[in-house]
T-cell receptor, first 109, second 112 residues
Framework: AQRVTQPEKLLSVFKGAPVELKCNYS??????LFWYVQYSRQRLQLLLR??SRESIKGFTADLNKGETSFHLKKPFAQEEDSAMYYC???????????FGEGTQLTVNP | DTAVSQTPKYLVTQMGNDKSIKCEQN?????MYWYKQDSKKFLKIMFS???????INETVPNRFSPKSPDKAHLNLHINSLELGDSAVYFC???????????FGDGTRLSIL
């Protein structure tokens, strides 16, 4: 069965500090991994997907198959990054998207 | 020009009532979903339809019944509402096959 774990429910950093949101997964096949972001009382939006290997809003995430991780990183956090972040796993050929529990990031001034 | 739109945005009703939430997408996607986000912000899939056919049906009380009149619409009907149904319900759509999902704004359901 596929499972996604985000060990930190809450994460608080100061503006300009590096931030890393952890995501670990368990899945036996070839996963598609995503990070979605939900700003206060807004819809979920796709932030990153592992196959595109791009940087969005200064965030990057690398898939580490050995450690089964897909941590989200940003070298210098901004106040506008404060939001709920969800890591998601999807079958490469299926549609079920399993989310982690979410990490509420707060960036303090 | 909203891609995935849900109505209503807010729904306040009493225990025992029956209510529906509507969802429409104009992205031409084949697959639509309903998710429930509880008070702890945990997000869990409830249902998924592909071309009007039910493909995912998680362990959800049978008081919840999805209906897809066409592939651009997926409505959620809830019978005999209970206090525990209070949550934010998100509709989403995708092309399937591991492609990203596009979410609606959510419907905040509050049961009195």
């Amino acid at each position: 069965a596929q499972r996604v774990t985000q060990p930190e429910k809450l994460l608080s950093v100061f503006k300009g500090a590096p931030v890393e949101l952890k995501c670990n997964y368990s899945y036996s096949g070839s996963p598609e991994l995503f990070w979605y972001v939900q700003y206060s009382r807004q819809r979920l939006q796709l932030l990153l997907r592992h196959i595109s290997r791009e940087s969005i809003k200064g965030f990057t995430a690398d898939l580490n198959k050995g450690e089964t991780s897909f941590h989200l990183k940003k070298p210098f956090a901004q106040e506008e990054d404060s939001a709920m972040y969800y890591c998601g796993l999807q079958w490469a050929s299926g549609s079920r998207l399993t989310f982690g529990e979410g990490t509420q990031l707060t960036v303090n001034p | 020009d909203t891609a995935v739109s849900q109505t209503p945005k807010y729904l306040v009703t009493q225990m025992g009532n029956d209510k529906s939430i509507k969802c429409e997408q104009n992205l031409g996607h084949d697959t639509m979903y309903w998710y429930k986000q509880d008070s702890k912000k945990f997000l869990k899939i409830m249902f998924s339809y592909n071309n009007k056919e039910l493909i995912i049906n998680e362990t959800v009380p049978n008081r919840f019944s999805p209906k897809s009149p066409d592939k651009a619409h997926l409505n959620l009907h809830i019978n005999s509402l209970e206090l525990g149904d209070s949550a934010v319900y998100f509709c989403a759509s995708s092309q399937g096959g591991g492609t990203p999902q596009h979410f609606g704004d959510g419907t905040r359901l509050s049961i009195l």
